[in-house]
């Protein structure tokens, strides 16, 4: 009472119900394109703040024991991740205002967050002295890095560089010295083989969650071919991969392979080898032999014990 009101021209933002909470944390950051906001961390809440408006424009309520301590947002997906004194790290839509996941990402406090969107990964940082990546989306564990003491604060000053903050120091570092990126698939990953094609060549079949297929060099990751989903590779056992003719035999653990055309995308089924007469028949693995060209399969049934059977190439039957 008794104050001035604040000037309209003055920097000033009321963050109301705020002063019954202490604050933790301040981060000014593009959340949406074209669209600022102002992120209030506080002890029971995330609040949300336009700052052209100066009013806030949502609230997500958080539980008991999770008490934020570092922030980081993904503008194109609209999610907001934020890390806990428990170890947590919590994801937010900002479009909906609900909790998507929640993990467990160290033994100790979160203390820094930072998404790469680029790479789809998320860095983090502990009191537990780790530094750990994960799937951004997915989270799902990558890798880690242990400095040895606790972690105090992380942030990148470039598109490769960041640094980590302790009690005593901080140190520099930059993402080709921590890893290399193989290949960012942009979803989990389901399926990873290698593809023999020939003496010292080979191919990385990758199937992912999004029902994508990839094939990638095994030297530089660089892909190769990109193709829309092989839905028998969902419950396939084995795969072989023939370069020559650029198929690829799969078997599902039944008596049928099937042999999909890889230069046509969705890659169809070209046709279907009936190894055995027999329902209680299983081709169980496959090899490619460039040699004949013929794909070899372990074949199990009701004879008297497991053998290797030949199939030519172009659909032949076995021999």
């Known amino acids: 009472p008794g104050q001035p009101p604040p000037s309209p021209h003055a ?3 009321l963050l109301p119900d705020c002063h019954r909470q202490r604050l933790r944390l301040l981060l000014l950051g593009r959340v949406e394109r074209e669209v600022r906001a102002l992120v209030a961390l506080c002890e029971s809440s995330i609040r949300l703040y336009d700052c052209q408006r100066r009013a806030e424009t949502r609230a997500l309520p958080l539980g008991r024991g999770a008490t934020p301590t570092c922030c980081s947002a993904h503008g194109p997906q ?3 991740y934020v890390g806990d004194l428990a170890g947590h790290v919590a994801l937010w839509s900002l479009e909906t205002g609900r909790q998507e996941q929640r993990f467990k990402a160290h033994r ?3 203390t820094g967050l930072a998404c790469r969107p680029a790479a789809r990964t998320l860095l983090t940082a502990s009191l537990d002295g780790q530094l750990r990546e994960w ?3 997915t989270c799902e564990p990558l890798r880690r890095l242990d400095l040895g003491e606790p972690l105090l604060q992380l942030g990148f000053v470039g598109e490769g560089t960041f640094y980590c903050r302790s009690q005593h120091g901080f140190s520099l570092r930059t993402l080709r010295h921590f890893y290399r990126l193989f290949h960012a698939a942009g979803a989990g990953l389901r399926r990873l083989a290698r593809l023999p094609c020939g003496p010292g060549r080979a191919r990385i079949l990758a ?9 990638l060099s095994p030297v530089t990751g660089e892909l190769l071919l990109l193709t829309w989903p092989f839905q028998r590779l969902e419950k396939a056992l084995d795969c072989a991969y023939d370069p020559e003719r650029e198929e690829l035999v799969v078997t599902v653990g ?4 099937y042999i999909l055309d890889t230069t046509t995308c969705p890659s169809p089924a070209k046709y279907v080898l009936r190894t055995a007469e027999s329902g209680d028949d299983a081709v169980l693995c496959l090899a490619f032999c460039p040699a004949s060209p013929a794909v070899w399969g372990w074949h199990e049934g009701p004879a008297p014990s497991p053998q ?4 030519g190439g172009g659909g032949q039957g076995g021999c």
């Open 11 to 13: 920097p000033h933002l």
């Open 78 to 80: 609209a999610h907001l």
């Open 108 to 110: 100790s406090a979160v």
């Open 135 to 137: 799937g951004l989306g």
């Open 207 to 215: 199937a992912t969650e999004d029902g994508v297929t990839r094939f």
């Open 254 to 257: 039944t008596a049928d392979v």
């Open 308 to 311: 290797w059977r030949e199939w």
